[in-house]
C-alpha cells in the first residue's frame, strides 16, 4: 500500500480561483515533506520543504500546510494561472537526506482553464 | 549556475536492447539519484550514487545498474529492454543543503 496518498486525482479550475491539493501519508518516523510541481514531459521543480516543526509555508502564491500529528498535508494555490497547469506531487521522507527513503504520492492533475 | 542536464531527451529502443543515459548534476553535488516515473507508477525510485559509490538501490531488477564518475556525473544503464521499460527517467542531484534536491528534465525512452 502506498504510503503517500494524494487527492483529488485530478481536477479542473477556472483560472483566477483557488484550489486545495491533500496529501495523507503513513511514513513513520517523518522527517520531511516536500511539493513539487511538474509540467509534462518536464522534471519536477520543488515548491516547498517542510520539516515536522513547520506547520505552513509559502512560495508565492503557493502555500503548503501540515499537521505531523494527523499526518496531513495541504498545498494551496491561489488566484490560480494558466501556468499553474500541472501535476503535483506529494513526497514524504522517513529519514533526512537519505533519497533512497523518499515516498511518493501519485499526484494530482490540476487544469486551470480560461 | 547550470541545472541538472540529462541526455539524450528522446530515445527509442527495440525489445532486447540496451540504452545508456547521461546525467550532469549542478557544479558541486556529489549526490545523484535516479528515477522512473510511469504513469501507472508513477515516481520510483532506481538509485542513488554519492562520490562514485552506490548509497541506496530501489526495488528494481539487476537489468537496470548505474555508475557515477569522479566528476560527478551520472550513468545508467537498462540491458536487456523490455516493453515495460518505457517511461521517462529523471535523475536528480543534490548537494550540501538539506532538504534540497534539483531533477532534470528527463530522458523519454521509448521501448517498441
Known amino acids: 500500500k502506498n504510503q503517500v496518498e494524494q487527492s483529488p486525482q485530478s481536477l479542473i479550475i477556472l483560472e483566477g480561483k483557488n484550489c486545495t491539493l491533500q496529501?495523507?501519508?503513513?511514513?513513520?518516523?517523518?522527517?520531511?515533506l516536500r511539493w513539487y510541481k511538474q509540467d509534462t514531459g518536464r522534471g519536477p521543480v520543488s515548491l516547498t520543504i517542510m520539516t515536522f516543526s513547520e506547520n505552513t509555508k509559502s512560495n508565492g502564491r503557493y502555500t503548503a500546510t501540515l499537521d505531523a500529528d494527523t499526518k496531513q498535508s495541504s498545498l494551496h494555490i491561489t488566484a490560480s494561472q494558466l501556468s499553474d497547469s500541472a501535476s503535483y506531487i506529494c513526497v514524504v521522507s522517513a529519514l533526512a537526506d537519505s533519497w533512497g527513503k523518499l515516498q511518493f504520492g501519485a499526484g494530482t492533475q490540476v487544469v486551470v482553464t480560461p | 549556475k547550470a541545472g541538472v542536464t540529462q541526455t539524450p531527451r528522446y530515445l527509442i529502443k527495440t525489445r532486447g536492447q540496451q540504452v545508456t543515459l547521461s546525467c550532469s548534476p549542478i557544479s558541486g553535488h556529489r549526490s545523484v539519484s535516479w528515477y522512473q516515473q510511469t504513469p501507472g507508477q508513477g515516481l520510483q525510485f532506481l538509485f542513488e550514487?554519492?562520490?562514485?559509490?552506490?548509497?541506496n538501490k530501489g526495488n528494481f531488477p539487476g537489468r537496470f545498474s548505474g555508475r557515477q564518475f569522479s566528476n560527478s556525473r551520472s550513468e545508467m544503464n537498462v540491458s536487456t529492454l523490455e516493453l515495460g521499460d518505457s517511461a521517462l527517467y529523471l535523475c536528480?542531484?543534490?548537494?550540501?543543503?538539506?532538504?534540497?534536491?534539483?531533477f532534470g528534465p528527463g530522458t523519454r525512452l521509448t521501448v517498441t
Open positions: 536528480a542531484s543534490s548537494g550540501k543543503v538539506q532538504y534540497e534536491q534539483y
Open positions: 550514487y554519492f562520490s562514485e559509490t552506490q548509497r
Open positions: 496529501c495523507n501519508y503513513t511514513v513513520s518516523p517523518f522527517s520531511n
